[in-house]
């Protein structure tokens, strides 16, 4: 008996220590794999999350630089586009004319000199970067500047390049304040695009595909220097916010936004490569000077009955581009439940602070919409679904001559 409860007395705290010490062991081992599953779950997947988004803004800068980029991040421009007395007026994004339907996503440095000699007026470079795309049209020569992989700009209308500014040499290294080529007798377009921010307001940007770089524009003025943003905003006629312009106004559900006119293929589509591809184009949106107007911008309004044909564009159909007679429906409230909703048009003008009429071409502050001029005729939209939209026009016609929809109503969708 003693034996025996000596030998139990010994086992059993020999035991209960093995025990204690497999608990521990176990409850250690355990302890790491699910801390190490934490730190996975708490610190990978963040870091996995911004990659991605990294690696596919990168991929959109290789794609608009033709993979000719480096690195990533933003930059500052210390240097104009044009001198600071050159030009009169900087038109900010999002104005609608003509061809341009939708929203136009770059900015114009109107020259002072407006009807001026070809080559007038110097352009320079903004920000030390690399020319990695040039193309050379009839009348306009087309830059796009990248300062990396993430961050360009990008000039158009330009009417000759310096020598040695071909696409032969591409990539071609430029400094801040280099001079790059000469404009004259039109506008310079300039635009900024930065992929790691893209627009939020295009609620289906595969649509725009086809300008691949329409989705990251983005606006300048924050990268300017402290001395030139003073200088543009001063020439900026807009003064609601953001005074850079605003091209993404889609709300889904609503009528408000771009739209493409049905099996088209949005915006410039593969399918679509004609020179009149607008023709499908269709916006309602704020005017980007007075946004309490809303413009309806067609790329089609001839080929409905009531105008004469217009061949200008080739195709026997135009653009055009109306205010919505004031006191219309808000377009970013009307939706499906609100059925069929008619606005009447009106020729587009502007007002100065004196109430005389604007000549478009001289810079003035806060330009005030005038529409309550004699009706052109009525547009007519009911959204059938979520995207989906019926339109038709009736050039001519006032809201009380339109009873509903006829043969020549077309669908839209985005």
Known sequence: MLINKNARGFAHPFMLLIAVVV??????????????????????????????????????????SSNQCHGTGETSFTHLPMNADDFSILIPYGVTTGGHVTPVDHQYFSPTIFNSAKDKYPVYAMADAKITSIEVHPTRIRLVFSVSCTFFYYYDLLTSVQPGIDDKHLPIDVKAGQLIGHIGGQTLDFAVWNTKKSLSGFVNPSSYDGEAWKIYTADPFPYYSADLRTIVESKDPRVAPPIAGKIDYDIDGKLIGNWFLQGSGGYHSQSNQTQFYWAGHLSIAPDLYDPSATVVSVGNYTDYPGTNPDTSTGDGSAARQYFAYAGSPDPAKISQSSGLVKFELVQRQWLDSSGNLWDNMHYIKAPKAKN??????????????????????????????????DSNAKIYTR
């Not at 996975?40 to 690696?55: C, G, I, K």
């Not at 009911?382 to 009736?394: A, I, P, S, Y």
């Open 23 to 64: 608990i521990a062991v176990v409850g250690f081992a355990g302890y790491r794999v699910v801390h190490k599953h934490k730190s996975t779950v708490n610190n990978s997947s963040p870091a996995q999350t911004s990659t991605s988004n990294d690696d596919k803004a990168i991929a959109a800068g290789r794609q608009l």
């Open 372 to 405: 309550n001029g004699a009706v052109m005729g009525t547009a007519l939209f009911q959204l059938t679904g979520k995207r989906t939209l019926k339109v038709e026009m009736f050039p001519g016609k006032i809201a009380a001559q339109v009873n509903g929809f």
